[in-house]
C-alpha cells in the first residue's frame, strides 16, 4: 500500500448526506445515495458536455463523519462545477476549508476498505503525523463513473495535521 500527502482547497460540495448503522451499510443502505448521485452525476456531466464543458466529467466526493453510536453520517457529493446542472430536493451545499490529507488509492484487489483505512492511519503516525476530526473523519473520491457493485475502487482520504 502506497501512501501520500496531498491538499484540497477550500471548497463547496453539493449531495445528500446519507446516515445509519454500520450494519444498514455493510447491507448497501448507503450505496442507495451513492447511485442516486451517480445518476445524477451523469446528468451533469452530459448537460455540461452540451455547454462545451467536456472537463467537468469527475467523480463523485464522500464526506464522513464517524459521530453517531455504531454508524456514521456520508455525504455524497458533487463539486459545485457539476451541481450547477442538477436538481434534487435532498441536495444541500456544504462548505469545506483547505486541508491537508493521507491519501492512498483503494483497487478492488486491495481487500478490505477498513484495513486499508487502518494501515493508512499507522502511515500517518509514521510521519509524525496526527488524524485532524474536527471537520471530518474521512473524505473519498470515487472514480467517474463510480463503481457500484463488488468492492469499490476510490481514493481514501483522512485529514492531517502535525501531531
Do not use: C
Not at 44 to 66: K, M, R, Y
Not at 95 to 123: I, L
Amino acid at each position: 500500500m502506497s501512501f501520500e500527502l496531498t491538499e484540497r482547497d477550500a471548497q463547496t460540495l453539493f449531495g445528500i448526506i446519507w446516515q445509519g448503522s454500520y450494519e444498514e451499510a455493510g447491507r448497501g443502505e448507503v450505496k442507495k445515495v451513492i447511485a442516486l448521485m451517480e445518476g445524477l452525476r451523469k446528468q451533469a456531466v452530459t448537460a455540461a458536455a452540451e455547454e462545451g464543458q467536456p472537463d467537468a466529467d469527475t467523480g463523485l466526493i464522500g464526506i464522513s463523519w464517524n459521530d453517531q453510536p455504531d454508524g456514521f453520517r456520508y455525504l455524497v457529493a458533487l463539486p459545485a462545477a457539476l451541481a450547477r446542472y442538477v436538481r434534487h430536493d435532498d441536495m444541500r451545499g456544504h462548505d469545506f476549508p483547505r486541508m491537508s490529507f493521507a491519501t492512498a488509492w483503494h483497487s478492488a484487489d486491495d481487500g478490505d476498505v477498513f484495513a486499508h483505512y487502518q494501515a493508512m492511519f499507522e502511515w500517518i503516525e509514521g510521519q509524525g503525523l496526527q488524524r485532524a476530526t474536527r471537520i471530518m473523519h474521512h473524505r473519498e473520491e470515487y472514480t467517474a463513473p463510480a463503481v457500484l457493485e463488488g468492492a469499490p475502487v476510490l481514493r481514501l482520504m483522512t485529514p492531517v495535521e502535525r501531531a
